[in-house]
């Protein structure tokens, strides 16, 4: 496999020419180690826009910092996974200016519309609301590998990743003694949902895998806001909640849902984790 690197700031250490010839060059699958803490915005979405065209898959590996562009940048593999020990970091777009009133305006409306673009880019990857991403960014929004893994920027955490779901598996990310590692998700639901919580807290895609293989295939989009409203007797504000919500802010709630309405809890699940192979 072929292998290029991202090390240092895009635009002085990293030239989008530079990196773009050499990707010309690679044929087949390719690994992109990256440490960067961000750069010129413009560069980074030539690069960007350059691995995205590129005709085989792309791993991106994410070995210290993807920070500012670099957490744009490493959306474009095909899978992006983590060092546990990295950091992901989100923010406004800046830059250093001068000039009179209006052309202070223009630059602000620049960087305005630059933030638009980067949130649209997250969103693919994430699903997050835009609102969501824009206060992420508004607040300079630091992440480890089991946060960014859980909201969806990152795909897999380097030695932490599993394939399937099975006893083992189970057990070393639930906690639990060997007898529940037969459980189906309507075991958990039943008999443990605190359990079910840790778990897709700990390792959201085993929790997919487990949830996927007691619904089955994916189903059509059957049951929306206004049935979990109905089925939960909600008020519609939270018809809204991701899945990360009602884990943070209702989980017993969720767990009814779970069980009252499996369909719409499944496709509030699959829209959760939709990016996590």
Not at 37 to 66: M, P, R
Request: include cysteine.
């Amino acid at each position: 496999m072929n292998e290029l690197t991202i090390y240092g700031r895009i635009g002085y250490e990293v030239k989008d020419t530079e990196f773009i010839q050499l990707l010309k060059q690679c044929t087949g699958d390719i690994r992109i180690n990256i440490n960067s803490k961000g750069g010129s915005v413009f560069e980074g979405y030539a690069i960007y826009n350059a691995i995205k065209e590129y005709k085989g898959q792309v791993f991106a590996h994410i070995d210290g910092l993807a920070a500012s562009m670099a957490s744009l940048l490493c959306l474009a593999a095909n899978k992006v996974i983590m060092a546990e020990n990295a950091l992901y970091m989100v923010h406004n777009p800046s830059l250093e200016t001068y000039g009179d009133s209006n052309t202070l305006k223009k630059n602000a409306e620049m960087l305005d519309k630059i933030k638009n673009i980067m949130i649209d880019t997250y969103h693919h990857k994430t699903k997050i609301t835009k609102e969501e991403l824009s206060k992420m960014l508004d607040n300079e929004t630091w992440l480890s590998a089991t946060e960014a893994l859980k909201m969806g920027f990152i795909d897999e955490i380097k030695g932490n990743v599993l394939q399937a779901v099975s006893p083992n598996e189970v057990y070393a990310y639930a906690s639990a003694e060997p007898s529940r590692t037969s459980w189906t998700l309507g075991d958990w639901l039943d008999k443990d949902p605190n359990g079910l919580n840790e778990l897709a807290e700990k390792n959201p895609v085993v929790f997919k895998q487990l949830n996927e293989s007691y619904y089955g295939s994916p189903i059509d989009k059957e049951h929306n806001a206004n049935s979990i409203a109905n089925t939960l007797q909600i008020d519609t504000s939270r018809t809204a909640w991701t899945l990360g919500d009602w884990l943070d802010k209702d989980p017993n709630g969720l767990n009814e849902l779970a069980e009252k309405n499996p369909v719409a809890f499944k496709q509030l699940n699959d829209e959760h984790y939709i990016n996590i192979k």
